[in-house]
């Protein structure tokens, strides 16, 4: 049976269409802002059915299907985590709109982190056991990342400014990975299941449309360019070592596999090629052009063009159909 998924608190959304059939990627882009003016963020209520979705829901496609599917590993823990501390943050914005901009923020990383976490409940369903990873990350981000005790008010306020710092950089990447999802007609082309493409497109919408509230919250902490590069050089090289980490247990820990593949930098590019995973080089350079001088968010990706996702995705409209 669909599950709706909500945050507490949420703002409702607004009324939407009929549901229909997952609308395709649009690919043209609309120019973006050069600044986010008046940013109102809302967290959308979504309505998922995993009841018909297959274990390799890219037909034929396991180690796609298993390198896409690392997000619904990383994510509920990780969002999770980024909720906590920018509540811890809240104390330290003077700016109101910034304030308003953080909240949505929270209220959207909310519904995130339940929707995916929705998916590893259907893996495990199909015999396929993600606890084991997934207690390493909760380890991660709870224990390793997450708030300290004992600090005077000067170092807690650097250990959040630090731990934003480190949120900031992983949302570029989720930008990124937002905005090859809403541009990704490979996934069509393979037949991939329409509604793990609805998750994927309207959380990257979301991810595009909120693109710049984690930047901005680490300038107005911290106006330091140091600081921007630290939170890369940690945040970079741990997300993909998380990743590759992911693929290898989730090709291992798939019943169907018995271990028969092994996942090669090779393979991923081929696969790539074929539309069907983000080129790992394109990813490099998106993380590069994070440490530019004059780098800002709104560079990224088309506000436009996720709003109109957002506007028609499946789940949203399912989830308004049903109250």
Known sequence: MPRATRAAAAVPAAPAPAAGPAPAPVLRKAAAPTVHENLVLEP????????????????????ATHTINVLHLLLPEG???FVKVFKEALPLITDEQLREEV???IGQEAIHAEAHQEVLDHLLAQGLDPRPYVRQIGW????VLGERSGLDPRRRRENIIERVAFVAAIEHFTA????????SPGLDRAKADPTMLDLLRWHGAEEVEHRSVAYDLMVHLDPGYLR??????????LLVHLWVRGVRFLLAADPTLDGRIRPTWR??????????????????????????????????GSSGQALSYLATSPAARAAAAHH
Request: glycine letters at 10%; proline letters at 9%; charged letters at 25%.
């Open 44 to 63: 959308r209520d979504v309505r998922f059915d995993w009841s018909q979705l297959p274990l390799h829901w890219i037909p034929d496609e396991p180690m």
């Open 79 to 81: 969002e999770r985590w």
């Open 103 to 105: 909240l949505g923020f």
């Open 140 to 143: 991660l981000f709870q224990r």
């Open 176 to 183: 990124f990975l937002g905005d090859w999802a809403l541009n």
């Open 228 to 237: 921007r590069v630290r939170g890369m050089a940690v945040s970079g090289p």
């Open 267 to 300: 393979e991923a590019r081929q696969i790539a090629g074929r539309g069907m995973l983000p080129d790992p080089l394109r990813s490099l350079r998106s993380g590069l052009r994070y440490l530019k001088r004059g780098y800002h968010p709104t560079q990224e």
